[in-house]
């Protein structure tokens, strides 16, 4: 396929025999499946560590859009919801340039290693797998085969490019127990040291859970407490000054109730050390007022977004080029992928006689 972008030197046309990339970084993998716009907590919880590994790994990122029709989504919503998570993340300073960053349905060498995982993973083990329990009771009419072999398609994603860390929360390590059972059985059944086992990974220590603006609990799509990326300045005060709060301290140096330590846990990540430094000294002597916090919380939440928001606008009007991205992304992701694949299909048996 001819774009317009040279083909970046590809780490993956290195030392073949090992799959090992150029100067031995290690490969990473991570897909984020495509339900909406991002929000504060996807990115000071995720995102940012993407961004900062990009640097020391090989790393491959993609948008899980396959997964996303477990749910039936509409024709004219799939694409456009890929491509909304691309022009994001992309905003967010994820670099086609250091990470292949692809749609998962345009690398269909996936799909062949997903039958082969299939082939050797079990009923009863899928149906025990709690997120498919769950869903199930959500969605009884509609329990299909894709929602039970959601961990095999999530192992085929990391496998297919032999990753051995994988960026996830917490709510993917059943899955990702399942990724490795499944390497581990591929390697038994053919006597082989073929996959390695891949781990869930978090930069030590940077996993801060990011509160909604609700007064408990984390932020999160479902919970409507979210600020997103996109939101305009207006909408951000308008979020930040509903924010619940209490009365008000009542003696010095008391600890801080879970609403109020919210706050100043958007305080840390979006303001200065000196901002938090003012607002702590003001709780410690009771003179604390939450509309001066909250004022400038909102400020310095609208400053660290705005940069971010003008460049997603830019990328989401831009869809050449998000397309020519997406396709060089995808014929680099290829080249890892059929390798993989090739090697597979001759461990099966699948060569000539
Ligand atoms: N299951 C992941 C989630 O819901 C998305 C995902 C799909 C993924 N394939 C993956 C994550 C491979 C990491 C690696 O968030």
Redesign the pocket.
């Known amino acids: 396929m001819q774009t317009e972008i040279q083909p970046i030197q590809n780490i993956n046309n290195a030392n073949h025999s090992q799959n090992i990339p150029l100067d031995n970084m290690e490969t990473v ?5 495509p339900t909406g716009n991002l929000h504060l907590g996807n990115y000071f919880g995720a995102v940012t560590n993407f961004v900062k590994m990009q640097d020391d790994y090989n790393c491959l990122f ?1 948008i ?1 859009d396959w ?1 996303s029709l477990t749910t039936h989504p509409k024709p004219e919503d799939i694409r456009k919801s890929a491509y909304t998570i691309l022009a994001e993340y992309l905003a967010c300073g994820l670099d086609p340039e250091k990470s292949t960053i692809y749609i ?1 349905s345009d690398v269909k060498e996936v799909l062949e290693l997903y039958l082969y995982l299939n082939m050797n993973a079990y009923l009863g083990e899928l149906e025990r797998v709690t997120s498919f329990k769950e869903k199930a009771r959500k969605q009884p009419d509609n329990v299909n085969a894709g929602l039970l072999t ?1 961990p095999t ?2 192992a085929a ?2 496998l297919i490019h032999k ?1 051995i860390k ?4 917490k ?2 390590e059943q ?1 990702m127990e399942m ?1 490795r059972k499944f390497a581990r059985r591929f390697n038994n059944i053919y006597g082989v040291e073929y996959f390695p086992e891949p781990q869930s990974y978090s930069l030590a220590g940077k996993g801060i859970k990011i509160p909604g603006l609700d007064g408990s609990g984390k932020m999160g799509k479902s919970e409507g407490n979210c600020i997103y990326l996109i939101d305009d300045a207006a909408t951000i005060r308008k979020k930040v000054m509903k924010a619940v709060t209490d009365s008000g301290p009542t003696e010095p140096n008391s600890q801080k109730p879970e609403v109020i330590q919210n706050l100043f846990t958007l305080l840390e990540v979006a303001s200065t050390p000196d901002t938090y430094k003012y607002f702590d000294e003001k709780w410690n002597d009771c003179s604390i007022r939450y509309g001066d916090l909250k004022k400038q919380l909102a400020e310095d939440i609208v400053n660290k977004i705005a940069p971010i928001r003008e460049k997603i606008v830019e990328y989401s009007s831009n869809t050449a080029l998000l397309k020519r991205i997406a396709e060089e992304g995808a014929e680099k992701a290829r080249i890892s992928a059929a390798k993989t694949l090739s090697e597979v299909q001759k461990i099966i048996g699948f060569t000539n006689i």
Do not use: K
């Open positions: 993998v991570s897909g984020i499946r993609f899980a997964h998962q959601y398609l999530m994603d990391i990753a994988v960026p996830v929360g709510d993917q899955n990724a």
